[in-house]
């Protein structure tokens, strides 16, 4: 049956609308698919660069580690690395770096002070300027040298923890307050010149005038100590002397064109180390040896002597008997002369006619000061036994013959030197704190970072034998006085220097002008005119 008409316009339609709808389908498809492209392309973009910002993020991170692990290091961790350890307490590099900081300041304010009293005199004066460079410079280099240490800084540090350690197992204790009055009493003279000070602040108004002004420190005897301040005062005191120390050295460095490495705190750090070590020592000094029940000894430290020597001569390889012989023989000559002498001989005319010791004798006998182990101030050093005979003596006593390698001595002592008793006990209170210190130094342990590296050790040997002291009979013989040289002339011997041409004069004065002679033939009547009157004929000159 034969299509109508109508059936092919639907059929047309439905097939054109299905070709749109594949159309639109394909558009749609085509779209998508390319929005899909386009947001994939984004997305890779996307992850891209996040992936770059992560990366850069890494490296910035790692970066910052760095820096601010070696900023850690260098300002945290260096710093408080250990150096040493005394006991539990450690002493880092930035307490290494203050306390030498601080003993450099200690040596510039000693300098500065005896710049500022002996200043006027020239001679003295002179020793004492342009250190301050010198200071600066090595103050400088204190933390930059990174890879070593000053020995001397670390075992002033050691030396001051022992003490501090040990005084506290004693009970000793020094205050702030004290080591300011110490620090103001010490620097005094780096206060002003018109400082003002109440009498309530002062716990001494033995240096006050009436209106509670403090004198002048130049008008004040040198021997008279300014007054103790109190604590206020001492402590703003402090604060002026290390600005004051901090104002010449900083000048002292304007002359160089230098920038001062010590900063003004450094100068009061450096003072109060130093002077609370300084009373720290000396209230250990006062506990171990207490000044209330100390004996004064009256024994001298040295004596000074003069000596008669009767020499004995013995031949090499001498027999006992022999050798009591010989000194036998010039022992009644000794006691001779003990005789004389506590009959009131002259000591000084003996020695010069009997003494056999021609370094003593022609000066009286006089054999010098020597202490009891017979080192003479001359530099001899005297027999034991004639040692222990002096110090038995009393002043103006006069000695049995003492004998020796040399012969018999007669000894008097002249003089006794026995030290004070302020100086005994300064002598006794060093020698007990010397004592003391080594002893703790053995109980508390001391470290070193890193440990010191042991020295090889050194094969033992036999010992060296002791050598025998070499003794002296008296002091070392002076030396001769140079004799005038002799002017052999035509006429005789002359006393003057020798000259080699008549035409030269002698100390700036003309030699008076000789008579001419004639050198062919003997003057007859020349006559010698040496001081000796000797009259023997004189040959004639050639």
Do not use: C
């Amino acid at each position: 049956m034969a299509e109508t008409p109508k059936s092919t316009t639907e059929q047309t339609s439905r097939r054109n609308k299905r070709q749109e709808v594949e159309r639109t389908t394909q558009q749609h498809q085509a779209k998508a698919v390319a929005e899909r492209r386009s947001l994939t392309k984004r997305e890779r973009e996307a992850r891209d660069q996040r992936r770059f910002l992560s990366i850069v993020g890494v490296v910035l991170g790692l970066v910052i580690l760095i820096i601010a692990g070696g900023v850690l290091y260098q300002w945290v961790i260096y710093p408080s690395g250990a150096v040493a350890q005394v006991g539990d307490t450690t002493f880092s590099r930035r307490e290494y770096w203050q306390f030498g900081r601080s003993a450099i300041a200690q040596e510039v304010a000693q300098n500065l002070q005896l710049l500022a009293l002996f200043g006027d005199n020239q001679q003295f004066g002179a020793q004492f300027q342009g250190r301050s460079p010198e200071a600066n410079q090595r103050a400088l280099l204190l933390e930059q040298q990174t890879d070593t240490l000053n020995e001397q800084i670390v075992t002033a540090w050691v030396n001051s923890q022992l003490i501090e350690q040990g005084a506290a197992e004693l009970g000793v204790q020094v205050t702030e307050d004290e080591v300011n009055q110490e620090i103001a009493q010490t620097y005094a003279a780096f206060l002003p010149l018109d400082l003002t000070t109440p009498t309530d602040l002062l716990t001494d108004t033995g240096a006050l005038t009436d209106t509670g002004t403090l004198t002048d420190t130049e008008a004040l005897p040198t021997e008279t100590p300014p007054p103790t301040p109190a604590s206020d005062a001492a402590r703003d005191q402090v604060q002026q002397i290390a600005a004051r120390i901090h104002s010449d050295f900083s000048t002292e460095l304007d002359l160089s064109g230098i920038e001062p490495a010590l900063s003004e705190d450094d100068f009061v750090q450096g003072l109060r180390v130093q002077q609370r070590a300084a009373l720290l020592e000396q209230r250990v000094r006062e506990a171990l040896v207490p000044e209330e029940g100390f004996a004064v000894s009256v024994e001298p430290e040295r004596v000074q002597a003069r000596q008669i020597l009767l020499a004995v001569e013995l031949p090499e390889n001498a027999s006992a008997e022999v050798r009591e012989a010989a000194y036998q023989e010039r022992f009644d000559e000794a006691e001779d002369l003990v005789e004389q002498l506590r009959d009131g001989a002259d000591f000084a005319e003996l020695a010069a006619e009997f003494s056999d010791d021609i370094g003593s004798r022609d000066i009286g006998g006089d054999i010098g000061f020597f202490d009891r182990e017979g080192v003479s101030s001359q530099g001899a050093v005297y027999d034991p036994d004639l040692v222990a005979a002096a110090f038995a003596l009393e002043e103006g006593e006069v000695s049995d013959p003492i004998r020796t390698q040399f012969g018999w001595h007669i000894i008097e002592v002249t003089s006794r030197e026995t030290p004070d008793e302020e100086q005994q006990l300064r002598d006794v209170r060093q020698e007990a704190f010397d004592e003391w210190l080594e002893g703790v130094r053995e109980q508390i342990e001391v470290r070193r970072f890193p440990e010191p590296t042991p020295s090889p050790e050194v094969p033992t040997t036999e010992p060296l034998p002791t050598p025998e002291p070499i003794y002296q009979a008296g002091p070392p013989t002076p030396l001769p006085a140079p004799e005038a040289p002799e002017i052999t002339d035509e006429g005789g011997v002359l006393e003057g220097p020798p000259i080699t041409d008549e035409s030269e004069s002698v100390e700036g004065e003309a030699l008076p002008e000789e008579p001419a002679t004639d050198a062919t033939a003997p003057d007859e009547n020349a006559e010698d005119s040496s001081e000796g009157g000797d009259e023997s004929e004189t040959e004639p000159a050639p």
